[in-house]
């Protein structure tokens, strides 16, 4: 039998939590009320998972990634539009599919249906799996008998998620490859070729140029130093990823980020136009507009667009209309917000955020695919300097010495 956690008044009206075992949270209600408590909250309670399945977890073998539950919310589309029940629509899945994450969530899935609980209850006790956006959106499609519909707009949202990533890991590739190798090529030169030169350097007995003396100089110390830049740098990645997993440094990373020269736009057209198409995905579901921000501005995937997001949510809840709360925000072209206008006076907003979020989506697939162009002539600029400083720093010393060999 499922548990549920509480929190509530007793009768003196102190607060009180605990734990019950019941059928569902309705029963849950009716058992509080018997005992003189009126609940506050009440949220399944997830029992402990065993140590060999979090090992598991951990180690792979039954994570349920993005492609995972892509193809489960199209196989729950299917099966629901052609008048599958849930419960045998989830056991035909289970008993057919090869991966065992998937199998393993679908039976903890048909578990929780069996002991009473609503899809999106038992989908909420899989949070790795199922984050806030998707139950939400499930309750939804369970409250307004929607649920098919509800299956396509997340398989939808999900594709769309999934090619955006796609999408910019093709455009960093080329540039996060000749970085490492710029990266390899100066650690390389620093350990064996400037050492090498260095004791041909040491028979001129002679005064060397500057850029020689630089890279001797630069080299010595990566040599005699390494465990310490190597534990600095180890320090340095460790403190930033505390500082940025803070809620102040992450947002204070997520808004640096959309200030940067070539990436900064690709972040913020990127995280507008999932939250503009969440948006319209929400509303055209039936979700009231203050609930609909709360869930799109979780999918922006970034910690600063969120806070606008949640600031226009406010303004919405104050009895501003979108418009004023998006143009107060300060995250929009006057293009979109004259989409906005447009949605909010003729009814259609749902259709114009979906809209605005397209043409979001083809500007950032338009940036996507020239971000090499845009970032080869500067990987050009830096290779360029550093092939010069490196041929300066060694030959220089040859060529005054061949000078002074003709004299």
């Known amino acids: 039998m ?30 509080l009320a018997g005992m003189g408590i009126v609940p506050v909250a009440i949220e399944p309670h997830a029992p402990p998972t065993p140590a060999s399945a979090v090992i598991k977890r951990l180690l792979g073998r039954h994570a349920v990634g993005e492609v995972e539950l892509l193809l489960l919310s199209n196989q729950m589309h299917t099966l629901q539009r052609a008048g599958v029940p849930i419960l045998r629509a989830l056991q035909g899945l289970q008993e057919s599919t090869l991966h065992e994450g998937v199998r393993a969530l679908l039976a903890e899935l048909r578990q929780g249906l069996d002991s009473g609980l609503e899809l999106s209850q038992a989908m909420a006790r899989r949070s790795d799996v199922f984050d806030r956006f998707y139950i939400a959106m499930i309750r939804v499609g369970e409250t307004t008998g929607r649920l098919t519909e509800v299956f396509a707009a997340l398989h939808e949202h ?14 960093l590739r080329y540039p996060k490859f000749v970085l490492l190798a710029m990266g390899v090529a100066v650690v390389v030169v620093n350990i064996f070729v400037i050492p090498a030169f260095a004791k041909v350097f040491e028979n001129l007995k002679t005064e060397l140029p500057l850029m020689t003396r630089i890279l001797l100089a630069s080299s010595n110390a990566m040599l005699a130093a390494w465990p310490v830049l190597l534990g600095a740098g180890v320090a340095s990645t460790l403190a930033a990823r505390s500082f940025t997993a803070t809620g102040r440094g992450r947002l204070w990373w997520d808004r640096w980020k959309l200030h940067l020269p070539i990436a900064g736009k690709l972040v913020r057209k990127g995280a507008l136009s999932r939250a503009c198409r969440s948006l319209a995905l929400v509303l055209r579901s ?12 979780a999918v922006t995937e970034n910690a600063w667009m969120e806070h606008a997001v949640l600031g226009m949510r406010s303004s919405v809840e104050r009895g501003e209309s979108l418009l004023v709360a998006s143009r107060k925000a300060g995250i929009f072209t006057p293009v979109v917000l004259q989409m906005i206008m447009v949605g909010e006076e003729s009814g259609t907003l749902d259709a114009m955020l979906d809209e605005v979020g397209q043409m979001y989506q083809r500007e950032l697939e338009y940036e996507l695919k020239t971000m090499s162009q845009q970032i080869e002539p500067i990987l050009i600029f830096f290779l360029g300097a550093l092939v010069l400083v490196l041929a300066l720093g060694v030959f220089m010393p040859m060529w005054d010495l061949g000078r002074a060999a003709l004299k």
Request: net charge neutral; glycine share 8%.
């Open 2 to 31: 499922p548990s549920f956690a509480y929190r509530g008044r007793d009768e003196a009206m102190q607060p009180c939590q605990g734990l019950l075992e019941c059928a569902s949270a309705r029963h849950a209600a009716q058992m």
């Open 158 to 171: 999900l594709e769309f998620q999934r090619f955006m990533r796609e999408q910019v890991k093709t455009a």
């Open 286 to 297: 039936g979700v009231p507009i203050l609930d609909g921000l709360t869930l799109c501005a």
